[in-house]
């Protein structure tokens, strides 16, 4: 017998005593999906979490979003910048401006180019307030998941329209990309890890700051 | 202990030198260095749970829901795992499955070879420790490299995870300056020179020490914290990035996956991903989490196999009383909360899985053969604070009480024991007053001769050794209590 009949006909004995053929009627799940989380201010609260993981956040008008991103580059002394396809040409424009090295992705940069560029600079797909999470489907502006990976700094530009109450909310805004086999990467802070004696530490091997631009209008 | 030329990684500590629970707690309870560092990290770690868990209103109705969809999932286990095996391949996704460690290890082995590779970095993973794959692999000349923080400090300093969540918890700051000064440089970049018992500059060096070996990876290796079934979508959850690493920058990606792991709908993530988090790390949650449904082509990795591991999963579920075990999400808060665990370690249950969740899941897994396994369900006060705390409503108590009358009906199966016969002689005393007032007589002489004397640790006394080993004898009482209410309750007494 193949392992794949041998496991399935183990499975199948050990539940023989299942006689309701339904999943659904034999254990109901007594939870209503993707319900939103009473807030006052949902920008607020998402402002409020993103920085409680030490991470920037600007709050701007969309006019001022070119000039914002170049602050947040040069806060953290960023030289050079990866830029996925599909970013607004002002934005693009602004950070040359600044005398920042900027680098497309197409042809794909090797992971050694990579790892040697600076920062990266992306769109977002969904945040999520109660966590404080980001979420990027690798979409127009987001780029292939190696870029806000190597890079040691990710700023990243979110529409307040995009910011959603909690993760449930989150799930069902992103179900779609997910079910179109689109990658999927959630952020809450930069990297971290507290596994000596459990105090934290920020950064070890992912992006070790992420700075949040929030567009409101 | 250094590695020798023959092998490419460090030579790990062995599960096969522990001896069953009951002889190795004595030992990790007398390495105050290891009291000292469990106490620290699982006081801070149950404190930050608590905060993150009260902030959600509808926590309970989580729990609950958590429970429900994976005991759905368990029930009609067979069912999801068709679909999930169609929609992963659907998705690119080739579909491996597993009877037990030796097949899991060989597939793994089989795709480095095809590929060409002698070397796969691993993001931390439970079900590949529990099938013990880095040692399997070193048997084929593979070396396999941990990348997450705790398992690097584990496996540069030879040595055993005790934690499901922090493996390396019971070590402090001290001793990971030792190991990285020590091993570092004899597998890739050497720790900086004069480097401090800083967390940051450690992490710093695990940092510059891995990304070589990241960015000339070939193959990668991981767990998998979920397993979509309608949408064939992996879900890993993570801290540090050594997991994006992983999973984003090599060509090949195997995904060793317990076959319990899958969740029906992507709605279902919902629930965890809220759970997960602020059970495990104390977070709301965790740096970062990766979601992939099969090949995306021009982004990570462009072959993807994920092994569906059976490996005694099966014997856990064929058990309706024990099969709750299988709701874990690996979360640790049991560990974190258990005094048992916070005393004793992970190291002395044996088997990768320690605390409440290993006592109930080690003797499931492989059965009672080995005296260690049937240690385990005794390997615990009853105190019912891990069910508590479980995000999954795992009822703990009931399971190991459960798995104790397995192991007694196990050992009295072969033979009859002399508890059997104690226990025989209880139940005539108990049968009747007067069988008890006898005995209770034969007490009275001995509490007169003691005159209340008490008795203290009472370890020599035989037969009773065992039981009487980890309690005192109070003084032997006078009286009895019916004579006790006689003399002060009736006839209008008092």
Known sequence: ?217 | MTATPTRRTPEPGSWLGIPAFPKAAPGELANETQRRNLRHATTTIRAKRVVRASEVPNWEELRTAGAQIKDRVGRHLDEYLVQAEEAMTKAGITVHWARDAADANQIVAEIAKAKGVDEVVKIKSMVTQEIDLNEALEAEGIAAWETDLAELIVQLGHDLPSHILVPAIHRNRDEVQDIFTREMGLYGTPAPEGISNNPEELAAAARVHLREKFLRAKMAVSGGNFIVAETGTLVIVESEGNGRMCLTLPETLVSVVGIEKLVPTLEDLEVFLKLLPRSSTGERMNPYTSMWTGVTEGDGPQDLHVILLDNGRSNVLSDPEGRAALRCIRCSACLNICPVYERVGGHAYGNPYPGPIGAILGPQLRGMEDERDRALPFASSLCGACNEVCPVRIPFTDILVHLRHKVVEYKTAKHPTVEQGIMKGAGWVMADGSHLATVQAGERIGGRVFRGKWLGPMGPIPIAKEWLKGRDLEPLPTQNFRQWWKKNREGGQR
Request: one cysteine or more.
């Open chain 1, 1 to 217: 017998m193949s392992a794949r009949d041998e496991v399935l006909a183990r499975v199948r004995r050990a539940t023989a005593d299942v006689t309701e053929k339904d999943p659904d009627r034999d254990v109901p799940v007594d939870w209503a999906y993707g319900q939103p989380l009473a807030t006052p201010d949902v920008l607020e609260d998402f402002v409020e979490k993103v920085e409680d993981y030490k991470a920037a956040v600007r709050r701007v008008k969309a006019d001022a979003v070119p000039a914002t991103i170049v602050e947040a580059m040069q806060a953290l002394d960023t030289t050079s910048v990866v830029l996925p396809a599909g970013l607004p040409t002002e934005w693009i424009a602004a950070v040359e401006a600044a005398g920042i090295v900027t680098h497309g992705d197409e042809p794909q940069l090797t992971h050694a180019q990579l790892n040697t560029i600076d920062a990266v600079l992306t769109t977002t797909a969904v945040g999520m307030a109660d966590s404080g999470t980001i979420a990027l489907d690798h979409g127009v502006g987001q780029g292939r998941r190696a870029l806000s990976l190597l890079p040691d700094r990710h700023i990243c530009v979110i529409r307040a329209d995009q910011v959603v109450s909690d993760v449930p909310e989150g799930i069902a805004r992103l179900a779609p990309a997910i079910r179109a086999g689109s990658p999927v990467t959630w952020l809450s802070g930069g990297s971290a890890t507290s596994d000596i004696e459990l105090s934290r530490v920020e950064g070890v091997h992912g992006p070790r700051h992420l700075s949040v631009i929030l567009v409101e209008d």
